[in-house]
């Protein structure tokens, strides 16, 4: 069996559940390498607070131990919260800004090194920034989120142009609402502020996709292992959106 990954190591982000965890398995059964870094310790889980700078270098130290240098990043932490704009504090915006923008920064800081070295082999090096539809439209009540997303494909697309001769990809993902813990969250939110049904509030969510549905992890993580492919070597600089159409350009 074809193991296109074989030998290369791939941290990712936020791995314990969700649209992490499914990348993290996509990116073993290619045969990687997975370092999965998680806010709470847990088996294979190396545990690290990713707004933390002298954090992230600890648990990177680690996983070089663990698995040698890194030729994959995946940026997959974040978190959202929700509030009108005139309720949204300073600590909020704060906030969404250190959990889906600043560790992104400050963990490529830390690869920078690995991945350049990376690049100069055959194979380069890769990295994925998951950011969200909300990187690239506007939505209401949500902000806060809102900036940080769009600040995170801005850092995708300035970092693609700056290592484009390094053999280094930088790419983001941008997925709609998907069946994860965050969305589920999302929904018990909104419940509890306006009183409506759950069922409600998640079917009005899956239908701003055209589909009609919530995207799945697995779908995302699919789009993950094809940009590591070495066939995705000239897609860089790029914000793929899985949407079911929502998004078209």
């Not at 701003?208 to 993580?221: D, T, Y």
Request: aromatic residues 4%; glycine residues 8%; positive net charge.
């Amino acid at each position: 069996m074809s193991l296109p990954l074989q030998g290369r190591h791939a941290l990712v982000t936020g791995a314990s559940r969700g649209i992490g965890a499914a990348i993290a398995d996509a990116l073993e059964k290619a045969g990687a390498k997975v370092s999965r870094l998680a806010r709470q310790a847990a088996p294979n889980i190396i545990s690290c607070d990713v707004t933390n700078p002298a954090a992230i270098s600890l648990a990177f130290a680690t996983a070089r131990r663990q698995h040698g240098p890194l030729h994959i990043l995946v940026n997959n932490a974040g978190q959202a919260e929700s509030a009108p704009f005139a309720k949204s504090d300073a600590a909020l915006l704060e906030r969404m800004l250190d959990v889906n923008l600043k560790s992104a920064w400050h963990c490529t800081q830390a690869a920078l090194a690995d991945l350049q070295a990376a690049g100069q082999e055959a194979s380069g090096a890769r990295i994925i920034n998951v950011a969200s539809i909300a990187g690239q439209k506007g939505y209401a009540y949500v902000s806060a989120y809102c900036v940080a997303k769009h600040a995170l494909v801005g850092l995708t697309r300035s970092l693609a142009a700056e290592l484009a001769t390094t053999g280094i990809t930088v790419n983001a993902l941008c997925p709609s609402y998907t069946d994860t813990d965050l969305v589920r969250n999302a929904v018990d939110s909104i419940a509890t502020k306006t009183g409506r049904r759950k069922s409600e509030i998640l079917a009005d969510l899956a239908n701003n996709n055209p589909q009609g549905r919530l995207i799945r992890p697995e779908e995302v993580a699919a789009a993950a292992l094809w940009l590591c492919s070495p066939e995705a070597a000239a897609i860089n600089g790029q914000t793929l959106s899985l949407s079911g159409g929502e998004i078209m350009s």
